[in-house]
């Protein structure tokens, strides 16, 4: 073997492990495992204690056809006055078949101003999202959405 031919060996083999490097970061960060319907409805009975929650004032807006599942825009508000004595103290966000069912916790106060949060989230595939929110009085109220989503997050290759 020349000298050549063994440093080109070399950087075949760093290659090699850089690409099964590459190859596993990607498949921990985006995890095939997906959550099932039953897994969500356990995370929701979780956030509740156990309280069933109720068709309330919650509006959840995402789009119902998702292009590109790596970043969806969602949004969520609840009619509330945000008083002292009645404001909502949390929204939180679910999906169905993302690798993990609950997607995001936003905690409020009365001085919040007002119960409306926005973010992106990711979707693994079309499935449906449930807002819930938790009110001052103990009560849950929630909607959801059915999102189709045409290129799944965490799918590309």
Do not use: W, Y
């Not at 897994?39 to 509740?48: L, T």
């Not at 789009?63 to 509330?80: A, I, K, M, R």
């Not at 106060?109 to 999202?129: C, E, F, M």
């Amino acid at each position: 073997m020349t000298k050549d031919s063994a440093a080109q060996s070399g950087r075949r083999h760093s290659l090699r492990l850089m690409v099964v490097s590459v190859a596993g970061l990607a498949a921990g960060v985006c995890p095939l495992a997906q959550a099932t319907p039953s897994e969500m409805q356990a995370a929701i009975a979780a956030f509740s204690r156990g309280a069933m929650p109720q068709a309330g004032s919650v509006r959840l807006v995402v789009p119902e056809l998702v292009e590109n599942g790596n970043s969806v825009p969602v949004s969520v508000t609840v009619d509330s006055p945000m008083t002292e004595r009645d404001h909502v103290r949390r929204i939180a966000l679910f999906s169905e078949k993302n690798p993990q069912p609950q997607v995001a916790v936003f905690h409020l106060g009365p001085r919040s101003g007002r119960a409306d949060v926005s973010t992106r989230i990711r979707l693994a595939d079309s499935q449906r999202l449930v807002a819930i929110a938790e009110l001052t009085d103990g009560r849950f109220v929630q909607t959801s959405v059915e999102v189709i989503v045409t290129l799944a997050a965490c799918i590309e290759n």
